[in-house]
């Protein structure tokens, strides 16, 4: 039987499996093969899995093969993530660009697609969402406004997670939890699965959990991140992580320009014409400087 790991505590692993032709998809309890560990393989949430079923009425089997991994992350440890929903708040707290910038940079450097949401909708009384997502979507990024409270842009949302295993961030205080209830609202069944083998509650732990949010679609719910550290990253790379800078390049007088003080700088030029977010071009001068200094040890 195939199924994907949803959640691994103290060497079991949650299997999720799609439930056989006329059965409803269920949780097994699985250890893994000491195969794995012999050739320093070790089995993560996401992983795609062949089991052995030991007992049908407990749900109980063993993990006998890793099927292959499309993409792997390293923080936080998940396998097969297709992309990653960032969520922010239009008003209450408002939202820190620095942030964000940073969070898109390092899903960069992982090769995951982001799609940047920005909640509270229905407080937004100014209109400064439709200013953010302006910002963002001319960079390039699929960028959205929604509201947990009323609902609004969530069917949206829900189009763009349909078949996807995405992972789910953002600062705390910004109706997180919120859209990830709205997304798996009445049909999730796993936490209380695990919960009832294990005898823990669903908020006692902090491990890296999929939600099976219906058919083919899951979440990873990750803790909220008030501060993020770049990857290992030098500041002449930084650049290729602003996609709007490439088209402008071209009219910068040296090859490698760092965007910053050149006298003849293309990217310079678009930010002073408007054709560059200042806000943007601000926040990658701010982590440049960063880079620039950081010690090496």
């Not at 998809?25 to 795609?48: H, T």
């Not at 990024?141 to 009323?150: G, H, P, Q």
């Not at 959990?209 to 803790?223: H, K, R």
């Amino acid at each position: 039987m195939q199924g994907k790991i949803i959640k691994g505590i103290g060497g079991f692993y949650y299997v999720h499996t799609a439930g056989e032709s006329g059965k409803s998809p269920q949780i097994y309890e699985c250890r893994a093969k000491g195969i794995f560990r012999k050739d320093n393989r070790k089995p993560l949430v996401g992983d795609d899995v062949e089991m052995d079923v030991l007992d049908g009425e407990q749900y109980l089997g063993n993990i006998r093969e890793l099927l292959p991994r499309h993409s792997e992350l390293i923080r936080p440890a998940v396998a097969n993530v297709d992309q990653a929903l960032v969520i922010f708040s239009i008003v209450s707290p408002k939202p820190s660009f620095n942030l964000l910038d940073r969070f898109l940079i390092m899903m960069g450097q992982q090769n995951i697609p982001c799609i940047i949401c920005f909640n509270k909708q229905d407080m937004d009384s100014e209109g400064a969402g439709t200013g953010y997502r302006e910002i963002y979507s001319g960079c390039g990024y699929e960028t959205l406004t929604v509201s947990a409270r009323d609902g609004s842009g969530i069917e949206q949302l829900k189009k763009l997670l349909a078949g996807k295993t995405t992972t789910v961030a953002g600062p705390s205080g910004v109706g997180k939890s919120s859209i990830v209830n709205c997304l798996q609202s009445g049909i999730h069944m796993e936490t209380g699965q695990i919960s009832e083998k294990i005898q823990r509650g669903k908020h006692t732990t902090r491990h890296t959990e999929l939600i099976a949010a219906w058919e083919g679609t899951y979440i990873l719910d990750t803790p909220g991140f008030s501060s993020l550290g770049l990857f290992v990253l030098e500041k002449e790379q930084l650049a290729g992580y602003y996609p709007e800078f490439a088209a402008h390049e071209k009219f910068c007088q040296f090859g490698g320009c760092s965007h910053i003080a050149e006298p003849v700088c293309g990217v310079r030029d678009a930010v002073a014409e408007q054709a560059i977010s200042r806000l943007r071009y601000d926040n990658y001068c701010l982590l440049y400087e960063e880079l620039k200094n950081k010690r090496r040890f």
